[in-house]
Protein backbone atom coordinates (compact mmCIF):
# COMPACT_ATOMS: atom_id res chain seq x y z
CA UNK A 1 0.00 0.00 0.00
CA UNK A 2 1.22 3.68 -0.27
CA UNK A 3 2.14 6.03 1.46
CA UNK A 4 -0.94 8.52 0.50
CA UNK A 5 -3.75 5.63 0.68
CA UNK A 6 -2.44 5.10 4.70
CA UNK A 7 -2.59 8.31 5.11
CA UNK A 8 -5.89 8.66 3.55
CA UNK A 9 -7.49 5.63 5.52
CA UNK A 10 -6.04 6.66 9.06
CA UNK A 11 -7.35 10.06 8.52
CA UNK A 12 -10.50 9.04 8.23
CA UNK A 13 -9.74 6.18 11.45
CA UNK A 14 -10.40 3.16 9.02
CA UNK A 15 -8.71 -0.02 10.46
CA UNK A 16 -5.49 -1.44 9.47
CA UNK A 17 -6.14 -3.99 6.19
CA UNK A 18 -5.04 -7.26 7.14
CA UNK A 19 -2.64 -7.71 3.98
CA UNK A 20 -0.16 -4.85 4.99
CA UNK A 21 3.42 -5.60 5.62
CA UNK A 22 5.30 -5.26 8.70
CA UNK A 23 6.50 -1.64 7.90
CA UNK A 24 3.50 -1.10 6.49
CA UNK A 25 1.34 -1.63 9.64
CA UNK A 26 4.13 -0.10 11.50
CA UNK A 27 3.75 3.46 9.38
CA UNK A 28 -0.26 2.95 9.41
CA UNK A 29 -0.79 2.91 13.17
CA UNK A 30 2.12 5.44 13.09
CA UNK A 31 -0.31 7.73 10.62
CA UNK A 32 -3.42 6.51 13.45
CA UNK A 33 -1.60 7.61 16.55
CA UNK A 34 -0.25 11.08 14.96
CA UNK A 35 -4.58 11.75 13.60
CA UNK A 36 -5.48 11.08 17.56
CA UNK A 37 -3.01 13.23 18.97
CA UNK A 38 -4.00 15.96 16.28
CA UNK A 39 -7.55 15.30 16.59
CA UNK A 40 -7.36 15.87 20.44
CA UNK A 41 -5.20 18.79 20.13
CA UNK A 42 -1.87 17.77 21.06
CA UNK A 43 -0.38 18.50 17.75
CA UNK A 44 -1.10 21.79 15.13
CA UNK A 45 -1.73 21.35 11.89
CA UNK A 46 1.53 22.47 11.20
CA UNK A 47 3.97 19.92 13.56
CA UNK A 48 1.69 17.11 11.96
CA UNK A 49 2.26 17.70 8.82
CA UNK A 50 6.14 17.82 9.71
CA UNK A 51 6.22 14.71 11.77
CA UNK A 52 3.75 13.09 8.67
CA UNK A 53 6.83 13.85 6.35
CA UNK A 54 9.49 11.77 8.48
CA UNK A 55 6.69 9.04 8.47
CA UNK A 56 6.82 9.12 4.87
CA UNK A 57 10.72 9.41 5.06
CA UNK A 58 10.81 6.93 7.34
CA UNK A 59 8.17 4.31 5.30
CA UNK A 60 10.76 4.69 2.18
CA UNK A 61 13.76 3.41 4.10
CA UNK A 62 11.48 0.38 6.02
CA UNK A 63 10.07 -0.47 2.72
CA UNK A 64 13.73 -0.59 1.14
CA UNK A 65 14.91 -2.59 3.71
CA UNK A 66 11.78 -4.90 3.69
CA UNK A 67 12.83 -5.97 0.01
CA UNK A 68 16.29 -7.06 0.99
CA UNK A 69 15.30 -9.05 3.30
CA UNK A 70 13.32 -10.78 1.15
CA UNK A 71 15.77 -10.64 -1.38
CA UNK A 72 18.17 -12.20 0.85
CA UNK A 73 15.79 -15.01 1.97
CA UNK A 74 15.40 -15.98 -1.25
CA UNK A 75 18.56 -16.50 -1.46
CA UNK A 76 18.85 -18.25 0.93
CA UNK A 77 16.81 -20.79 0.17
CA UNK A 78 18.15 -21.13 -3.30
CA UNK A 79 21.19 -21.77 -1.44
CA UNK A 80 20.18 -24.33 0.46
CA UNK A 81 18.80 -25.84 -2.47
CA UNK A 82 22.20 -26.27 -4.05
CA UNK A 83 24.17 -29.54 -3.35
CA UNK A 84 27.81 -28.44 -3.65
CA UNK A 85 29.73 -29.04 -0.53
CA UNK A 86 31.06 -25.32 -0.69
CA UNK A 87 27.63 -23.96 -0.93
CA UNK A 88 26.49 -26.25 1.91
CA UNK A 89 29.30 -24.96 4.17
CA UNK A 90 28.52 -21.18 3.51
CA UNK A 91 25.11 -21.63 4.39
CA UNK A 92 25.99 -23.55 7.50
CA UNK A 93 28.38 -21.11 8.75
CA UNK A 94 25.58 -18.11 7.86
CA UNK A 95 23.34 -20.28 9.60
CA UNK A 96 25.65 -20.56 12.63
CA UNK A 97 25.96 -16.51 12.46
CA UNK A 98 22.12 -15.72 12.79
CA UNK A 99 21.18 -18.58 15.47
CA UNK A 100 20.01 -17.85 18.49
CA UNK A 101 22.74 -19.08 20.80
CA UNK A 102 25.13 -16.41 19.05
CA UNK A 103 23.26 -13.66 19.60
CA UNK A 104 24.14 -11.12 22.11
CA UNK A 105 21.10 -10.67 24.36
CA UNK A 106 20.45 -14.20 24.94
Known amino acids: MEFEEMNQRAYRREDPPDDLTPAERMIYLALSLLYELHFCGR ?7 SLKKRLEQDF ?5 QET ?26 ADKMFSEEDKPWH
Request: aromatic fraction near 8%; include cysteine; hydrophobic fraction near 35%.
Open 43 to 49: FTREEGV
Open 60 to 64: EQYRK
Open 68 to 93: EWLSCQTAMKMLRRCDLPIVQGIVAE
